[in-house]
């Protein structure tokens, strides 16, 4: 039977946030690799990984057009089932589509408003869940279930690496984004709202940083109780979907952002140890 798979995605989590933090449990993965992602937003850069596409490597010196085939290769090794590539992914290029038609079940649970169930990056799961609290890892962690029978595919967006990083806020200015208009927008209201605060200094960047990393090892925790869960024979890729500034080049956040560190993410795979 093919191996159980499970996608990890850390929601704004830029790769040195990820290497600074004490992961022991990452750790038994390996080590990650620095990356960049295809977008420096969360919507644009699921619907890469629903595709098919891991974070790249940005190889110089090559047609980038063989990096996409190896990429595509690459899931024969992940999950043991021989002869996959880029024709396999023809013509939907979907992950869930291509592993749905080799017998797996199919789930995904989101942190974030923008990957609603009404979105399309929904299409081909068998059960899609938007959670109702923006850090609940591990509530997704408890509602895994793994069957002997049917391998499972399991896609997870967390929410605890992106603003404002598991702080209450009573310190920091409401800034929505996308995600929280989507939100409110949801819930009846206008989607509106501005930041009326000054833009953060120094020491509210370096103090947020710092956070993102105690929420990197937040989330390891919780994954050391998903390693005791799963079936030995199960696949983990774990990845940021883009990066993050705090304050490079006079920028705080990500999307509308064209700066490096805002495309730099951590990139982990491997077998249950």
Not at 77 to 100: T, V
Request: proline share 6%.
């Amino acid at each position: 039977m093919p191996r159980n798979l499970v996608f990890m995605v850390l929601d704004s989590c830029r790769f040195d946030s990820f290497v600074r933090a004490k992961t022991p449990n990452f750790d038994r993965l390996g080590e990650a690799e620095k990356r960049y992602s295809y977008a420096s937003w969360t919507a644009p850069s699921h619907y890469t990984f629903t595709m098919g596409l891991v974070p790249h490597k940005s190889p110089q010196g090559v047609y980038a057009s063989e990096v996409y085939k190896e990429d595509f290769g690459a899931w024969v090794d992940r999950l043991g089932i021989p002869n996959l590539g880029f024709k396999n992914f023809i013509p939907e290029l979907s992950l869930p589509k291509l592993l749905k038609d080799n017998g797996y079940r199919t789930v995904a649970r989101v942190s974030m408003p923008v990957l609603n169930p009404f979105t399309a990056i929904n299409k081909f799961f068998d059960d899609y869940k938007l959670m109702s609290n923006h850090n609940d890892f591990a509530g997704m962690v408890k509602e895994m279930e793994f069957s002997a029978d049917v391998p499972s595919y399991y896609f997870l967006n967390l929410g605890e690496t992106h603003y404002p990083y598991m702080l209450s806020g009573e310190n920091l200015p409401h800034i929505s984004g996308v995600h929280g208009a989507v939100k409110s927008l949801a819930k009846g209201g206008d989607g509106g709202g501005k930041v009326e605060d000054e833009f953060f200094d120094e020491a509210m960047m370096k103090s947020l940083h710092d956070q993102q990393v105690r929420c990197v090892e937040y989330v390891d925790n919780l994954f050391g109780e998903l390693l005791g869960k799963v079936p030995e024979d199960t696949y983990f890729v774990i990845v940021g979907d883009h990066g993050e500034a705090f304050g490079e080049g006079g920028y705080f956040g990500h999307g509308p952002v064209m700066h490096e560190i805002a495309f730099t993410v951590p990139f982990l795979e491997g077998l249950r140890p």
